[in-house]
């Protein structure tokens, strides 16, 4: 099938093929490790092999697959990116066995996505089938062979995409003109076919009608109805009603984080210090009869409560119910009183990062 | 220009050589367009001609390495009798440079932050069976300095060359030991065994080198000094003790505790005893640590022994307790690193952290 490649690249047998593309998989002799060299079938396809390659090249991501080399290829070119050992998420099962490996996929293919927008590009064809999973456990977007400038470029005339993950308004018969929440919607979908491995028969017609109830219902997002709500949002018919994907990115980490974070108070210094944490939730300060308060973690938040008295965080008067500052001076007693009548806690939250 | 380019030299048709990056103890590394793919990337080359076979072997070797904190190997090639290793291009500097030489030492958030990344980038060569062996300050990539954009591991292969001459150093005995830039700059962060069996080492060398880079960066000293003295206190893990302002401050100590119990871990003469880089990662995720932008500013006069105002170069002044600092206390008119959050009148600095003049 290819049959001029550069002799630094020798085929190992096995190959792919895609919608518009083949895929063969070679050894790159120099360095002596597998790549993927893809191909278009018909010349006049190759504009999507050079639309492909300018997003590879504009978008930095640890979640977009890496391109090395752009070779010739009979009186085309053939691109050669980086080989991603693992499953694609159409098939993996990585994602069901626990509810934070699903949260993890789907907050890395946010992540990518998000990076994609970030550079101005829109994917246009957001689904498992074109993320691999690689043996570190992190997700690589592939195959821009749609992808397009965000902007009055984003035009195009008659449907392109992937029937079930395109969005409503990729339907429309005459120019169809889009914006990067067809990438949300597409998220959307590929969030429900990844968490339910079903896609309900309403959003398999052309064009795609509204997500019916409880579509999300399953064992591995009933503990977050939050992202549940979020993630239907994402398949709004009307395209400004859908979130961005970093925000939704955000909101998955806040869950993938839940019980992660820890506070550390500290009383008048020399009083030591006491950590706030998912094994010890609660803390009450008091200096009696000034002033007292608690303080207590719900898993995402640290909230002031029971505030009784004089209590100032930041010097600003202090009300029960309310998210704590993540770095603070909470103190007892007023500006008015003796040194000895007011007593100081600081109180800092160590926000943990998402690491793979 | 050093080394054998030029600017605007084209190399096989497709890198144009458009800068000069630094020297390493065995290549040349050249700033680069790859014409072909109209991108820019670091250009390795090795100094010594005669060593392409090595230079070959260990862009092989770290090519099976593929991790976001790891350094990407994009391209070998040969022309003539030279070897040329294309690397993504880390816009930034080496630990070194971007943190070592600008404080004296640095807040057990930040250490505890490339801790973890770092181990999650030797994990996965540890995956893939590849052995650092030569990790030091001058190997890691940092993108934006202290706010830690970016933490890759580089010059994996070229470990291997750089083994080669240290055995060679070893085997000749103190003159050609101190005769090797490449053994000088390495031997602070060397295991034991690295030393006295260098062809025999495993992957917890790596775990050893990271300890005590760790080290270095929380207590701002080379757990066993450098020079030639180092290498008999190495031979004994005869580190010195952590001084006390590391662990001293409750605002720090709960954290400084846990890296300092880690980094001793690591610092432990038996390789078998030391925690693999999978158990570090495990280790370093149970940190918690905040990743707040860090802001640069400059100590004012104290309005009294407890407190004062840094002005910060851009926003204002920005409140800070002695408690908030890490290290010693910052003189009026010295430079501070700092973060901060948003505080009633004005934002509170933590940590503070003196910077070098």
């Not at chain 2, 793919?37 to 770290?62: G, H, W």
Request: aromatic share 8%; glycine share 8%.
């Amino acid at each position: 099938m290819i049959s001029n490649l550069p002799t630094r690249y020798v085929p190992d047998g096995s190959s792919g093929r895609g919608g518009f593309s083949d895929v063969i998989y070679c050894s790159d002799t120099h360095l002596e490790r597998r790549v993927a060299i893809k191909t278009i079938k018909d010349p006049s396809e190759e504009k999507r092999l050079s639309d492909e390659i300018a997003a590879l090249l504009q978008i930095r991501s640890k979640h977009v697959v890496q391109l090395f080399d752009v070779v010739k290829h009979d009186d085309s070119v053939a691109i050669v990116m980086e080989y991603i050992d693992g499953e694609d998420l159409f098939t993996s099962s990585y994602h069901h066995q626990s509810e934070i490996n699903l949260l993890k996929v789907l907050w890395q293919i946010a992540s990518g996505i998000s990076d994609i927008h970030d550079v101005g590009l829109i994917h246009r064809d957001i689904k498992p089938n074109n993320m691999k999973l690689d043996n570190e456990g992190i997700v690589k977007i592939f195959d821009f062979g749609l992808s397009r400038n965000s902007g009055i470029d984003a035009v195009t005339i008659g449907f392109k995409g992937t029937q079930g993950f395109s969005a409503p308004e990729q339907y429309t018969h005459a120019e169809v003109s889009f914006t990067n929440a067809i990438d949300v919607y597409a998220f959307g979908i590929t969030a429900l076919f990844l968490a339910t491995n079903n896609i309900p028969q309403e959003l398999l017609s052309m064009p795609p009608g509204k997500v019916p109830v409880g579509a999300f219902d399953c064992p591995y997002l009933d503990p977050y109805p939050t992202l549940k709500a979020l993630f239907e949002r994402c398949l709004e018919l009307n395209p400004v009603d859908r979130p961005s994907i970093s925000k939704v990115r955000n909101e998955i980490s806040k869950f993938l984080l839940f019980d992660e974070h820890q506070a550390i108070v500290v009383v008048n210094i020399s009083q030591g210090s006491s950590l706030l944490n998912a094994s010890r939730r609660n803390v009450k300060i008091a200096l009696d009869p000034i002033g007292s308060f608690e303080i207590h973690y719900n898993g995402l938040n640290f909230i002031l409560d029971k505030v009784k008295g004089e209590v100032f965080v930041n010097n600003i008067l202090a009300k029960s119910k309310n998210e704590i500052p993540e770095a603070c001076v909470i103190s007892l007693g007023g500006k008015w009183r003796h040194s000895r009548e007011r007593s100081f806690v600081t109180f800092d939250v160590s926000n943990p990062e998402v690491t793979l | 220009m050093k080394g054998p380019h030029k600017q605007d030299d084209i190399v096989d048709d497709r890198y144009q050589v458009v800068g000069f990056v630094g020297e390493g103890g065995m290549q040349f590394v050249y700033l680069a367009n790859d014409l072909v793919l109209d991108r820019q990337v670091a250009l390795k080359t090795p100094k010594n001609p005669s060593a392409e076979k090595r230079f070959r072997r260990s862009a092989v070797v770290s090519a099976k390495v593929n991790h976001p904190n790891v350094a990407k190997t994009l391209d070998y090639l040969e022309v003539g009798s030279r070897a040329y290793l294309v690397e993504e291009l880390v816009v930034g500097g080496d630990l070194a440079k971007s943190i070592l030489e600008k404080v004296d030492y640095v807040d057990p958030f930040l250490v505890a932050r490339l801790f973890h990344h770092l181990s999650k980038g030797l994990a996965a060569s540890h995956h893939a069976n590849v052995i650092h062996r030569d990790l030091k300050p001058t190997n890691i990539m940092i993108v934006d300095d202290f706010q830690l954009t970016g933490v890759k591991i580089t010059d994996f292969g070229i470990a291997k060359m750089a083994t080669e001459e240290l055995i060679e150093a070893a085997e000749g005995g103190e003159d050609s030991i101190s005769a090797s830039d490449t053994a000088v700059g390495a031997l602070p962060y060397m295991a034991p065994e690295a030393i006295e069996d260098p062809r025999g080492v495993g992957l917890e060398a790596d775990i050893w080198s990271l300890g005590a880079m760790m080290y270095e960066l929380l207590t701002g000293s080379k757990p066993f000094g450098s020079g030639l003295k180092a290498v008999k206190r190495i031979i004994s893990a005869d580190y010195d003790e952590i001084p006390s302002f590391v662990n001293s401050n409750p605002q720090f100590g709960h954290l400084s505790d846990k890296l300092v119990t880690l980094i001793k871990k690591c610092l432990t003469l038996n390789p078998k005893d030391r925690p693999t880089a999978d158990e570090l990662v495990v280790q370093c995720g149970l940190f918690c640590y905040p990743i707040s932008e860090r802001y640069f500013g400059t100590m004012k006069t104290p309005n009294n022994s407890n407190w004062g105002f840094i002005s910060e170069d851009s926003i204002g002044d920005v409140f800070y307790h002695v408690n908030c600092i890490y290290g010693s206390r910052p003189q009026p008119g010295e430079r501070v690193m700092m973060s901060k959050y948003s505080g009633g009148g004005a934002d509170r600095a933590l940590p503070v952290v003196r910077m070098k003049k």
